[in-house]
């Protein structure tokens, strides 16, 4: 692919939810959108799962968990885990034992 044919491909628009995001290959949904199909592929008890790990800010262990469930990629795994942190901060705030800003201190990707 040349330089000039990349940049017809900055400001892909996902069909799903209309986001623009820059990308180096065409896609059609943006990372939220695929991360919530792969989290509609997590059966009942692997997402409690997940979830025990995200309140327990295992991170690692979160990524590595859905990870293992989906057969996907570490990157593809943590777009997974904090799409469902999203969730789950929107939905259940109260039990989360740090705000946002602390949840992720420490942790680098």
């Not at 940049?7 to 695929?34: P, S, Y």
């Not at 792969?38 to 979160?62: C, P, S, T, V, Y």
């Amino acid at each position: 692919m040349r330089i000039d044919e990349f940049t017809e491909l900055r400001g892909m628009k996902c069909e799903r939810c209309g986001a623009t995001w820059a990308a180096l290959v065409a896609g059609t949904l943006c990372l939220d959108c695929k991360a919530d199909d792969l989290l509609g592929k997590l059966d009942n008890e692997a997402l409690q799962k997940l979830d025990e790990l995200i309140f327990a800010r295992d991170i690692l262990g979160g990524i590595k968990h859905a990870c293992g469930q989906l057969r996907i990629s570490l990157s593809l795994g943590l777009e997974v885990f904090t799409r469902r942190y999203d969730i789950l901060r929107d939905i259940a705030p109260k039990q989360f034992q740090l705000p946002s800003e602390k949840y992720w201190r420490g942790f680098v990707s």
